[in-house]
């Protein structure tokens, strides 16, 4: 039995895949249906709203940076530097963990 997931901004279950948005509201990671998405866009919270997270940009944004940034590393021996994808990739694995796997 999957968990349900509910809309920040209606409270509705989510039931698909292709309606979710998870985007950063502020810090918090926030669930919205497309349509709720669009509306909270437009009011005063959508001044701390980023790009979905669920997106092909934020997946190959992660997977390029990897690579990216262990060569830019291993050049410079700024280990410091693998700290961006790496939250990059956990930020991915934890919208999928926690929202995305539990819809059809
Ligand atoms: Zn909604």
Redesign the pocket.
């Known amino acids: 039995m999957s968990k349900p997931v509910y809309?920040n901004?209606?409270t509705?279950t989510?039931e698909y895949r292709e309606d979710l948005i998870i985007c950063f509201n502020f810090i918090k990671l926030s669930v919205?249906?497309n349509?709720?998405y669009s509306e909270e866009l437009k009011g005063v919270s959508g001044l701390f709203l980023n790009n979905p997270i669920n997106s092909l940009s934020w997946t190959l944004a992660a997977f390029i940076l990897l690579p990216l940034t262990l060569f830019f590393s291993f050049i410079s021996h700024q280990w410091i530097l693998m700290a961006l994808p790496l939250i990059v990739l956990f930020i991915r694995y934890l919208s999928w963990y926690l929202f995305e796997k539990n819809l059809s």
Request: glycine share 0%; net charge neutral; charged share 20%.
């Open positions: 809309c901004r209606c509705n989510i919205y249906h349509e709720c």
